[in-house]
C-alpha cells in the first residue's frame, strides 16, 4: 500500500498547485501536469490517476492478492481556498490494511 501512496505524492503535489493556481481541480492527469496514469506506476501499482481532482491509486498483479486491482482513494477538500485538506479512503481494500492516514 505504502509503494502507491509515495507515487501519489506527486499528484497530491500536482493538484494542489493547480487548484491553488486557478482555483478549480484538474479534471485529469493531463490537465495537472502529469504523465498519463499508466506511467506513473511501480512494482506494486498499476497506476495513479486524477479524476477531477480526486487521486486513484490501482495496485497491480505483482502486490499482494488482497491489494491486486484495488483502489486507494486520496480526495481533496477544497474547504478552505488557500490550501487542500486530503483524506484517504478505499470502499476495496479492508480497513486494517489502510495506511493509518486513511483508517
Given at each position: 500500500v505504502y509503494e502507491g501512496v509515495n507515487l501519489s505524492g506527486g499528484a497530491k503535489a500536482a493538484v494542489s498547485e493547480f487548484y491553488l493556481d486557478r482555483g478549480e481541480l484538474p479534471a485529469d492527469n493531463t490537465m495537472a501536469g502529469l504523465s498519463p496514469a499508466d506511467q506513473i506506476s511501480g512494482a506494486y501499482t498499476n497506476s495513479v490517476a486524477v479524476q477531477h481532482g480526486v487521486i486513484v491509486v490501482t495496485y497491480g498483479n505483482e502486490a499482494h492478492a488482497i491489494l491486486q486491482d484495488q483502489d486507494l482513494v486520496m480526495e481533496p477538500d477544497t474547504t478552505e481556498s488557500d490550501r487542500?485538506?486530503?483524506?484517504?479512503?478505499?470502499?476495496?481494500?479492508?480497513?486494517?490494511?489502510?495506511?493509518?492516514a486513511c483508517r
Open positions: 487542500l485538506q486530503w483524506s484517504c479512503y478505499s470502499s476495496t481494500i479492508a480497513r486494517k490494511h489502510l495506511p493509518a
